[in-house]
């Protein structure tokens, strides 16, 4: 070890990867963190993966932080060192002349879903006081925005309806969609594995083979973007064998008659077909998972980043309420968020249809309370989403913006499409730790804090509010002239005009407490209480006294009864065709986090998983003569990447895949931005591309 232990403190903190939400110590030695150490939190048990055990500080004292405001000089078009004042004058004086000149609406701004639930909180306030539009929005938008909207549509409430514990622990089956959670939820992933060493069956759906595959009872290996046939396949078998649960849909359902007249024609045989899978597996699968008294779905991006991804999303629920599996203990639907604080983003507001704790904006009783509580005249109309955001750049309707710790030029599908909307902008802040992709086009960049250097609340995937504890305090440093993000977001709304105080990370969380019924039981002082024990609370947590919600939908639904949505598989928008005869999917890998902003520095796991791949199986490789490390140009109709070739059985003919965290050879150069009707997400999971040996 690099430290003595008496030398060192530890503070007890959140993950700030994925949304799993795990409970570690941070080893801190004379103001710098030396290691972090697992935790026997709730989600956790003492587990921690790569990414948490040494991906979680290096980044935060990292040589290339931002440590000072930044504007960018017209002329030179390089940026120069301001002062707070200086910068926060500016930032303000620019988005009000733009109000002024164009509207409200021509303004936008989107909160860092990495970020705690209070300066979420605070991004969105802002938005809504001071811009005066509901255009605000998080990083939910591109992964689980299908989740948010299909959740709630169909039980009324857009979270994960029951514990990691309690869908990990002594079940039957578990049925695994478009979820790869041992590189994406490692943890999570650990937990599965235990599950099926004790038993457990697993039913894995997902194009690729994934390490649980392996371990799976039935794969099925099914063609990218045919979830809603394959759901519709299940419930026809269901229905057809007798293997629905007739009180729950009963009592508990409505939409039945027409689900199964629509699901009547999604007869094995032709289900295989569309999904090339096999049709007697089709059927044992349906079996398994209905059979089994405690059985699961959890699924992830594989459901949700389609143009159909929010009938993806209601198909799932369809699944679990023809067979009676919500509202008991290892059964329900789980989707696994992604950021560490997606959960909390959506939850406190940054959404342009939502104030906090999904009170809608289009509900006069949820303007009226927001007005009387923030004494300020807020705009009535829904906002418009983050991926609208961008074509309305373009087409000069947006013309200010401001982007909290998010990196769209990196993460969002069809970078060309963004980088024009970035710089079609008339004014550009972006708040951040580094220079990332996007901040290079920003004309003023104001520098935030990492988790470890602040106070606050993570909201992990199911649904657990877990405190954020500040472990280091980098503005001793003579290097760093920084703010805590929240005093940032507040001196920007008094320069707006909004007389807003300052307040610190646990007086915001009374105000959201104060406001959101979900949340009225929540405040820092009680997670950090006895009671709680280091537990967290879920919510729905509505009273001091409430103990939290572990499992939701008991007794009834949030919405009353469960809609049974009945919906009709669409193919993706873009197929393979003659000039681009291949899929591309997108994904993840267990060594980096999103854009590698934070895994990127740390040098250990560069080394092991640093530069952009692709899968590709052998068939195809061979007829192209691609070896197995050979370097690949791979096109779309959006633009062309060049990275190299991994051979292999992983993917079936005709399919590639990349990850997406590497800014050589992006894939996003690549994706396609159609998106889904409903919750606006993009179609990352398939588009057409051709590879050609360089
Ligand atoms: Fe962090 Fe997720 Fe790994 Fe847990 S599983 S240590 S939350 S990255």
């Known amino acids: 070890k690099p430290y003595r232990v008496w030398e060192t403190h530890k503070v007890r903190t959140t993950c700030p990867h994925c949304a799993t939400g795990c409970q570690f110590d941070l080893v801190v030695k004379d103001n710098k963190i030396v290691d972090c150490l697992a935790a026997d939190g709730p989600s956790n048990k003492g587990l921690l993966c790569v990414k948490g055990r040494s991906g979680s500080f290096d980044f935060v004292h990292a040589d290339d932080r931002i440590k000072y405001p930044l504007i960018k000089n017209k002329k030179t078009g390089e940026f120069e060192r301001a002062s707070w004042d200086e910068a926060l004058d500016l930032v303000a004086s620019k988005f009000m002349e733009i109000k002024k000149q164009y509207g409200s609406d021509s303004l936008a701004g989107f909160a860092c879903s990495r970020s705690p639930n209070e300066d979420i909180y605070m991004v969105q306030k802002m938005v809504r006081t001071c811009f005066g539009t509901n255009n605000t929005d998080n990083c939910a938008r591109v992964c689980h925005s299908a989740s948010v909207a299909g959740l709630a549509m169909t039980l009324g409430s857009g979270a994960m309806t029951n514990p990691i514990g309690d869908i990990t622990k002594d079940v039957d089956a578990i049925l695994l969609v478009g979820s790869n959670p041992e590189e994406a939820h490692p943890v999570v992933g650990m937990q599965i594995r235990q599950a099926v060493a004790k038993g457990a069956k697993l039913i894995v759906v997902d194009p690729r083979d994934i390490d649980l595959s392996k371990k799976a009872t039935i794969h099925l290996k099914l063609k990218p973007g045919t979830n809603v046939a394959f759901a519709n396949g299940i ?27 629509i699901v009547k024609e999604y007869t094995p045989e032709k289900v295989a077909k569309e999904c090339h899978i096999d049709a007697d597996d089709l059927v044992k699968a349906a079996h398994i998972y209905a059979e089994a008294d405690k059985a699961p779905i959890i699924y992830c991006l594989g459901v949700t980043e389609h143009s159909q991804g929010t009938e993806g999303v209601m198909s799932m629920s ?33 959404q342009p249809t939502d104030f906090p704790g999904y009170q809608k904006v289009a509900n006069p009783d949820v303007i009226k309370k927001f007005e009387d509580a923030w004494g300020v005249k807020l705009p009535t109309e829904v906002g418009i989403h983050a991926t609208d955001v961008f074509p309305a750049a373009i087409e000069g309707k947006i013309k200010g913006l401001y982007i909290y710790g998010e990196d769209p030029v990196v993460t969002d599908a069809d970078t060309t499409h963004i980088i024009k909307a970035l710089k079609s902008l008339d004014f550009f802040v972006v708040q951040e730790l580094f220079m990332t992709e996007t901040a290079q086009l920003a004309d003023v960049i104001l520098p935030g804090m990492s988790y470890a250097e602040k106070e606050g609340t993570f909201s992990n995937t199911e649904r657990r509010v877990q405190r954020v504890r500040k472990a280091v305090d980098l503005t001793k440093n003579p290097e760093f002239d920084i703010r805590l993000d929240t005093d940032i977001i507040i001196d920007l709304m008094n320069r707006m005009g909004y007389p807003q105080k300052h307040m610190t990370a646990a007086e915001i969380m009374d105000e959201v407490a104060s406001l959101t019924p979900s949340f009225a039981g929540i405040s820092h ?25 572990p499992i939701m939908h008991v007794d009834r639904f949030s919405r009353g009864l469960g809609w049974l949505y009945p919906t009709t598989y669409k193919p993706s928008k873009e197929l393979p065709d003659e000039e681009y005869p291949t899929i591309l999917m997108t994904g993840r890998i267990l060594y980096h986090y999103t854009t590698r902003a934070m895994t990127g520095r740390t040098p250990g796991l560069m080394e092991i998983e640093g530069k952009s791949f692709i899968e590709i199986n052998e068939q195809d490789a061979a007829r192209i003569g691609i070896k197995n490390g050979e370097r690949i140009k791979v096109s779309s109709r959006r633009g062309s990447v060049e990275t190299t070739a991994r051979v292999g059985d992983k993917v079936s003919p005709g399919e590639t895949w990349m990850p997406f965290h590497f800014p050589d050879g992006n894939c996003n150069w690549l994706t396609n931005a159609a998106l889904d009707p409903i919750c606006r997400i993009p179609e990352y999971k398939v588009c057409a591309v051709k590879l050609e040996k360089i």
Request: glycine share 14%.
């Open 318 to 350: 369809n699944i679990a309420m023809l067979c009676g599996k919500l509202g008991k203990s290892g059964c329900g639907v789980n989707p696994l968020r992604g950021q560490n604080n997606v959960q909390g983003a959506c939850d406190m507001g940054a």
């Open 235 to 261: 419930m026809h078998i269901l229905i057809r064998d007798g293997l629905v649960d007739e009180k729950f849909i009963k009592e508990r359902t409505e939409g039945y008659e027409e689900l199964a007249e």
């Open 525 to 549: 002082e009680r997670l950090d209480s006895e009671e709680v024990a280091g537990q967290g609370l879920q919510w729905p947590c509505t009273s001091k006294e409430h103990p939290g919600t």
